[in-house]
């Protein structure tokens, strides 16, 4: 499986961003996807997460209320709309495709700056 994550880049405190993840070479449908996050010199943090069909999501305490995380199963792409962002916010996300304990696939990450 391959994931292509695109749409990071710099913004000012306060504005928005939206982090799309191009999947192939798998049947997108069946796995839950995940957004993490890693700032430097910190660990990689689970941000977001929606099941196969779009149904359930989950937020870190950080960013509920500011990123919503949805997929398009009919384009094999999911998104993080990242709004009221902040220099917290400072990371390369990943996006993250995992079906039980034994498949899973990772982007090569997208770096978001916040930052005036």
């Known amino acids: 499986g391959q994931l292509v994550e695109s749409g990071g880049g710099l913004v000012q405190p306060g504005g928005s961003l939206r982090l799309s993840c191009a999947a192939s070479?798998?049947?997108?449908?069946?796995?839950?996807m995940s957004w993490y996050r890693q700032a430097p010199g910190k660990g990689r943090e689970l941000v977001a997460i929606?099941?196969?069909?779009?149904?359930?999501?989950d937020y870190a305490d950080s960013v509920k209320g500011r990123f919503t995380i949805s997929r398009d199963n009919a384009k094999n792409t999911v998104y993080l709309q990242m709004n009221s962002l902040n220099p917290d916010d400072t990371a390369e996300y990943y996006c993250?495709?995992?079906?039980?304990?034994?498949?899973?696939?990772w982007g090569q990450g997208t770096q978001v700056t916040v930052s005036s």
């Open positions: 993250n495709a995992r079906l039980g304990s034994s498949l899973e696939y």
């Open positions: 070479r798998f049947t997108f449908s069946l796995y839950t």
């Open positions: 929606i099941s196969g069909a779009g149904g359930s999501t």
